[in-house]
């Protein structure tokens, strides 16, 4: 939406508008570094009620802080740093439980999210990662444990999947588990074997799955494993993610050799 330059007088205490970034500084940052420091001036500001998006374009607001040469320069790196907070969700228009029109704003609960944890941004940042199309077998339950903050879980319930998967494909007993069963699956002749492929890269797919339950699935079933990096529980989740399409492939492969009846 755009938002229409105006002059209507807002209270912003001086403190925050002298710590905020000059002209210069706010053009060198990050969108999104810029973007957060415009969301804590909002909630500073929500403090004394609700916030007026003409925040973000009242040249009398910044005229003591901005130089009127810069001032136009200055308003269109705000304007761009609100457009991202409403982009990611860190900010909605109108008042709740109030029938104003959209002229005004709030920091919701995504919002305040990032400004309180101390890795807010980097949990922002991971949970735009899994806004991918998931595998079926893990979208549904994984996306919402994550963004319930549930790392740890998330990441060991799909790896735990991709190991069913296998045992499913590859017939294998429900006491299989682990590397040794992706040893089993994937070994040369095993239910998984692909004699297509080179004997090189056979082994390469069977130490990639080995790899990836041995250091991701395993650990958490024997100790406690901390994610305290949102990231990291991310990646874990798409590595995840893009076994189980290899899986998929697997499958499509025993069909087909299944259903062969050879050349007439």
Known sequence: MAIAETTATIVIPESSID???STEEADLLPLDQLALRLLALMREQERSGPVQIAL??????????????????????LQEAWDWLRTHGLITSG?????????????????????????????LAAELRLGVDLHASIRDRIRPQFLLGEYELAALAAMTEVEIR?????????????????????????????PSLDPGESVAVMALFQGAIGVFRNPPSHRRVEYGDPTEASEVVLLADLLLRVLDQVERRLNVDTHWEGPE
């Open 166 to 194: 296998v045992r499913e494909l590859s017939g294998a007993s429900g006491s299989a588990h682990g590397a040794k069963l992706m040893t089993m699956a994937f070994k040369t002749d095993g239910p998984l074997w692909d």
């Open 56 to 77: 973000v374009v009242a040249r009398d607001v910044w005229a003591g802080h901005v130089a009127q040469d810069e001032m136009s320069a200055f308003l269109r790196l």
């Open 95 to 123: 008042v709740p439980g109030q029938t104003r029109g959209a002229e005004y704003a709030f920091v919701t609960r995504r919002g305040n999210a990032v400004l309180d944890e101390q890795n807010g941004m980097a949990r």
């Open 19 to 21: 710590s905020f970034p």
